[in-house]
């Protein structure tokens, strides 16, 4: 046997490690190269049997419907998510940060226990305040508006948590001699004390984009019109509608899962910070 | 820092701690104390809140005497009975390749992580078409080496391990990031006296790896039972809770009695059974954690 002396079983090893590389890769793959691959596919050629990887008469009808849709725009769709996913996260980011900095470098009586208060509240499972936070936007007059939306963002405690732990760290000596030299309080957080958790301020930038973008639940419930639905609640509506035409779901899919894609794989060592940060799902 | 008191520093604090005092009060504390109290009385949407009446615990009483409940409750054990131990599984492995340095490295990771930064919504519609009975990948894969795949989704028997399978591909790549983090954290210095021992790679893994990640381990048991309690977007796409009920799960019935049915007074009160059983079963877990987690390392 070739791999009873020592030089073979490491080449046994290694061939079997690149194997059990390849399978995963292979299992990751898959689901994506099968939605590629069917969404450039006519409606009879999505059924076959066995499985043409590459499509006989690859067609863009699938792209077509998608972007002709009754009562759905899926253009629209797009802008409004990105809007939507750029506001949220100015909101949730810029709120945190401001809070954080009170935290960590302006303390006042209690304000220890109002941190306290603030992490004890990351415990409630969203499922608790999904219901009375529709009601209230009810009772403003918010549900179906943008605003209505965006507000729940302002309280963002895991990222008042990463901040704080951030601006912890930041010498004190930059920030007075700016406050010595004049600079107003807000003139100190924008230019040195931002600037200086630039690497966490943009993990959470990025994780709150991705959340925001990928986020399905709230946008179902508070949104109602049609032209102000966003990308994963079209998604999610055309998968009803189009049970039996695969390649128009899938080219939804690929268009929905792109964007993203491309913001991940342009900021991809952020994102992976953010993980080793105890990072957000 | 030290800056002293003026009305400026207390105006700017103000400024700074209000928008998300708004946030954390208006949209988080405030709607807790509405969601305990709309869960004693009959809210309905379709009903002016005036026309709103105590009931006392009987939305409680309602939903854990009622014949659903059991089922639902079973339907989420199912899902974490068999999500935990694959993705408890598919994640260390991917670590401990990740853990290696090899050609392609990078590549592989980026690879691992896309499935993760994809919404759940496109990952279930393009699973709900792997999973297609006759047409499907899988089935199809699965006929090449002579296996004949059920229907998934559409069967009652296979449609949660269907939901499942789509889970641990869509969730391995996160987890398995946070098991890296752990592995890197190993002191190097303890497979070295492995090594003079003569120890083997599996006895390495069991004796050294996996007791000392022991706490990362945990702590993915223990948030993947509280995500895997309000598993939702993935089982209202591909099932829609069907078919016949059979891949209801909590949120799933707490969206459908809110925002389908109306009942906000129901449906309050499931969220807070769903929220106690939370609370249940992570203090299970830490329970748990004497007997197998180890801290000294």
Known sequence: MMHDTPAGRKVFRSVLFYLMLCVIVLLTVLPFVWMVSSSFKGSEAIRTIPIRWIPEHPTVEGYERVFNMQGFSFARASLNSLILAVACTLVAVMSASMAAFVFAKLPFRGSGKLFGLYLATMMIPGTVTMVPNYIILRILGLLDTYTGLILPSLANAFGVFLMRQSMMSVNDSYLESAHLDGASLYRIFFQIMLPLVMPTLATMILLSFMGSWNSYLWPLIVLTSNDKQTLQVVLGNMNGIYKNNEHVLMAGAVLTILPILAVYLISQRYVDQGISLGGLK | ?297
């Open chain 2, 1 to 297: 820092m030290y800056i002293p008191k003026t009305a400026a520093k207390r105006r700017a604090t103000a400024v700074f701690l209000l928008p998300s005092l708004i946030g954390v009060f208006g949209f988080c504390l405030l709607p807790i104390l509405g969601s305990a109290i709309y869960s004693v009385t009959d809210f309905d949407l379709l009903m002016p809140m005036s026309a709103m009446n105590f009931v006392g615990f009987d939305n409680y009483v309602r939903i854990l005497t009622g014949s659903e409940f059991p089922k639902v409750l079973g339907h989420t054990c199912t899902y974490l009975i068999l999500y935990l131990p694959l993705i408890m599984l598919t994640s260390v492995g991917q670590a401990l390749i990740l853990n290696k340095s090899f050609k392609g490295h990078g590549l592989f990771r980026t690879i691992c992580y896309t499935p993760v930064i994809t919404s759940w919504v496109a990952a279930a519609v393009v699973w709900q078409w792997v999973l297609s009975g006759k047409y499907g990948l899988l089935n199809q894969m699965l006929s090449v080496i002579g296996i004949t795949g059920p229907a998934w989704l559409n069967s009652k028997d296979w449609a949660m391990p269907g939901i499942v399978i789509a889970a641990v591909w869509k969730d391995t790549g996160y987890y398995a990031l946070m098991v890296l983090a752990a592995l890197k954290s190993i002191d190097p210095t303890c497979y070295e006296a492995a090594d003079i021992d003569g120890a083997g790679g599996l006895k390495k893994l069991t004796a050294i790896t996996l007791p000392l990640i022991s706490p990362t381990l945990f702590l993915l048991i223990v948030i993947n039972i509280i995500y895997g309690l309000q598993v939702f977007d993935s089982v209202l796409i591909m099932t829609n809770g069907g078919p016949g009920g059979a891949t209801s799960v909590f949120l799933e019935r707490i969206y459908k009695y809110a925002f389908k049915q109306y009942k906000m007074g129901l449906a309050s009160a499931y969220s807070w059974i769903l929220f106690a059983l939370i609370l249940i079963f992570t203090a299970i877990q830490f329970r748990l954690q004497r007997k197998w987690v180890n801290y000294d390392a």
